[in-house]
């Protein structure tokens, strides 16, 4: 069955610029606006609220040193984006803005000692809560993690993000291993993923080529690159430009 997720392209972080830092509400409000789909990410918060906000250190996005998860969502709300009056988003705020008026590509960031099934059920009952009924897929570089999701909410397609070296984390025997087998999709048959979101620039690679689900690249950021991307997948997660719908 086809999905937005075959289909429309998403705007990483939102559509951000100088003026609408990624992730904020501006950006995600211009997405809207021009009818593309969202993609963003979500953390725990050092009092278990969910910020909206890609990077575990709040030093590039907000010249603040610290971790988010050492942070309460009420210190976040001091900070501003990217040198503008934009605040870091609540999940809560997030989804109230969107409102089910596009799609949105959820990113569930990799929290030590935080288990799949705790951040899922807390996302679960942020949507509960405002009674959010919009079109939304979750993804994330930890498998368990979309596994736990797909467990609590098996309607919503789950999907595991990789890319062909994964060397980011450092050279822990642990990451290391984990890193070979991610990269190669050899989690898939364990968590069995309705998508797959592969880093583009070393497509085309033989376990995406196999895969049968919805197959996004990410992140394309010029019509080139796009046009590169799409020999091998469905959709592409793009920032910087227009994008083709």
Not at 6 to 20: M, S
Not at 46 to 57: R, T
């Amino acid at each position: 069955m086809k999905t937005f997720l075959n289909t429309l392209p998403v705007a990483h972080r939102g559509l951000h610029d100088e003026t609408k830092p990624e992730n904020s509400l501006a950006a995600f409000e211009a997405a809207m606006k021009a009818g593309y789909a969202i993609e963003t990410d979500v953390h725990f918060t050092k009092d278990g609220e969910i910020a909206v906000f890609h990077d575990d250190n709040l030093k590039r996005m907000t010249g603040d040193k610290r971790e988010l998860k050492d942070c309460t969502m009420k210190e976040l709300k001091e900070l501003r984006l990217g040198g503008t009056e934009e605040r870091i988003p609540t999940f809560e705020e997030f989804l109230t803005l969107v409102g089910g008026k596009v799609p949105l590509l959820i990113e569930i960031k990799e929290m030590k000692g935080v288990k799949g099934k705790t951040i899922a059920a807390a996302m679960l009952a942020v949507m509960k809560k405002i009674g959010y009924k919009g079109e939304y897929a979750v993804q994330s570089f930890d498998p368990f993690y979309a596994k736990a999701y797909k467990k609590l909410a098996p309607a919503v397609p789950c999907g595991i993000l990789a890319q062909a070296k994964m060397s980011e984390k450092g050279d822990r025997l642990s990451w290391k291993i984990k890193a070979y087998f991610l990269s190669r999709l050899k989690f898939n048959g364990l968590v069995k993923p309705d998508f797959i979101s592969y880093g583009f620039w070393l497509l085309p690679q033989k376990c995406v080529t196999k895969f049968k689900g919805a197959k996004l690249a990410w992140t394309i950021r010029s019509p080139e690159d796009e046009a590169q991307a799409r020999k091998y997948v469905d959709n592409i997660i793009f920032e910087n430009y227009p994008a083709k719908k």
